[in-house]
C-alpha cells in the first residue's frame, strides 16, 4: 500500500513540476519576444544561459556534494542532451521573434506529442486507448488553434523553425529521463546544458553581435533567470515520471502565453482558438484524472 501512495504522491509531484514550468516558460517566452527579433538567436541564447548560471548556483551549493556534483560519468549523453536542447531553443526563440506568441506556444505544444511517440517506440512505455485518445483530442485543439491553410499568413519559416525546435525538445526530454534513470542527478544535467549551451552559443554569438539597450539587458537577463527555473522543474519532473503522463500538462502554458499576448501585444485570441485551448486543458486534466486513479488501484 505505501508503494502505491509512494507511486501517486511522485506522480502529483511530476504534473505539478510540469505545470509550473509551462506557466514560467511562458514568460521567459514573453521576454524574447518582447525583444521584437532586433537580437540575433544564437545572442539571446548566450545571454539565456548566462544569466541562467547565477540563478542555479544555490541548487548546485546546495547540492550533497557541492561542486563534486558536477562530475559525470555520460559525458556523451550530455553532449546528446546539449544538440538537441540547443535545436530546441533556436527554434523556439526564433518563432517567438516571429509569429504571436499564443501561435508560437501552439506549434511548440507538438513536442509532447513527438515526445509521447518517442517514448512508445523507443522506450517501451505503455500508450493505453484513453490516453492515446486523450493525446489525440490535444494535438487537434494544437490544429484548431493554428488552422493551418486557414488565411492567417503565418511566417512559414517562423513556424518550421518551432516545429523543428519541437523535435529537439523532444529528444532532450528523452536524453534527460535516460541520464536520470542511470543516476545523474538533477544538478548536474541541468547546469551542464547551462554552461555547455553558453560555451557554444557564445561562439556563434560573436560574428552577429548587436549591443543591447538597457531594456533589452534587463529582457535577456528576465530571460536567463525564469528560464533556470523552468528548466529546474521540467528536469525534476522528467526524470522521474512517465513521459506519455507528463507530456500533455506542458499544454497549461498556452493560458499564460495567451493572457500574456492578449495583455501585452493585444494578440486576443479568437472563438476558434479558445475552442482549442480547452481541448489541450481538457485533455490534460482528463488524462491527469485517469492515471491517477489507476495508479491509486494498482
Request: hydrophobic content about 55%; charged content about 10%.
Amino acid at each position: 500500500m505505501s508503494s502505491t501512495v509512494t507511486q501517486a504522491g511522485a506522480r502529483r509531484r511530476g504534473i505539478l513540476c510540469v505545470l509550473g514550468a509551462a506557466a514560467v516558460f511562458g514568460m521567459a517566452a514573453a521576454c524574447v519576444k518582447a525583444l521584437h527579433g532586433e537580437i540575433p538567436v544564437p545572442q539571446v541564447m548566450l545571454c539565456r544561459n548566462l544569466f541562467a548560471i547565477p540563478a542555479l548556483l544555490p541548487l548546485l551549493l546546495r547540492a550533497p556534494e557541492g561542486l563534486g556534483a558536477l562530475r559525470t560519468r555520460h559525458p556523451r549523453a550530455h553532449a546528446e542532451r546539449l544538440f538537441w536542447g540547443l535545436i530546441g531553443m533556436a527554434g523556439a526563440f526564433y518563432g517567438y521573434a516571429h509569429l504571436p506568441l499564443a501561435t508560437a506556444t501552439a506549434l511548440g505544444f507538438t513536442m509532447p506529442l513527438f515526445l509521447t511517440l518517442i517514448a512508445v517506440l523507443f522506450m517501451g512505455e505503455r500508450l493505453r486507448w484513453r490516453r492515446g485518445l486523450a493525446v489525440a483530442l490535444g494535438f487537434c485543439g494544437v490544429l484548431v488553434v493554428v488552422r493551418p491553410g486557414g488565411g492567417a499568413g503565418l511566417d512559414l519559416l517562423a513556424a518550421g523553425g518551432v516545429l523543428l525546435g519541437a523535435v529537439g525538445w523532444a529528444m532532450a526530454m528523452v536524453t534527460i529521463r535516460r541520464m536520470g534513470d542511470a543516476g545523474e542527478s538533477g544538478v548536474a544535467i541541468v547546469m551542464w546544458f547551462a554552461l555547455s549551451a553558453a560555451v557554444v552559443a557564445g561562439v556563434l554569438a560573436v560574428p552577429l553581435w548587436v549591443a543591447p539597450s538597457g531594456t533589452q539587458w534587463a529582457l535577456l537577463a528576465g530571460c536567463g533567470v525564469v528560464s533556470a527555473l523552468g528548466q529546474v522543474l521540467m528536469t525534476a519532473a522528467y526524470r522521474s515520471g512517465e513521459a506519455t503522463l507528463l507530456a500533455p500538462f506542458e499544454y497549461s502554458g498556452i493560458l499564460w502565453t495567451a493572457l500574456l499576448g492578449a495583455v501585452v501585444w493585444a494578440e486576443v485570441p479568437d472563438a476558434a482558438a479558445f475552442a482549442g485551448i480547452a481541448l489541450l486543458v481538457g485533455s490534460g486534466i482528463y488524462i491527469w484524472y485517469r492515471e491517477v486513479q489507476l495508479g491509486i488501484r494498482r
